[in-house]
């Protein structure tokens, strides 16, 4: 697998998802290691900052991106 670029996993993203992208060689930043609890809006803004795609479950969370 190639991973070029970051990741950013939202709190809905279960743990070992991101255990096995970081096996594959994948940078991801996780909320639920690193930010628990932050609102959407925070999470967005952390995205944003690593220059990440985040990855989400959340159906409603993409009426945030403008």
Not at 20 to 41: H, P, W
């Amino acid at each position: 697998m190639n991973c070029s670029g970051i990741f950013v996993a939202d709190e809905n993203i279960p743990i070992f998802v991101v255990k096995q992208l970081r096996q594959k060689g994948c940078k991801i930043v996780s909320i639920t290691e690193d930010a628990k609890g932050y609102c959407d809006e925070t999470v967005l803004d952390i995205s944003i900052k690593h220059r990440a795609v985040l990855i989400n479950c959340d159906k409603e969370f993409g009426s945030r991106i403008e």
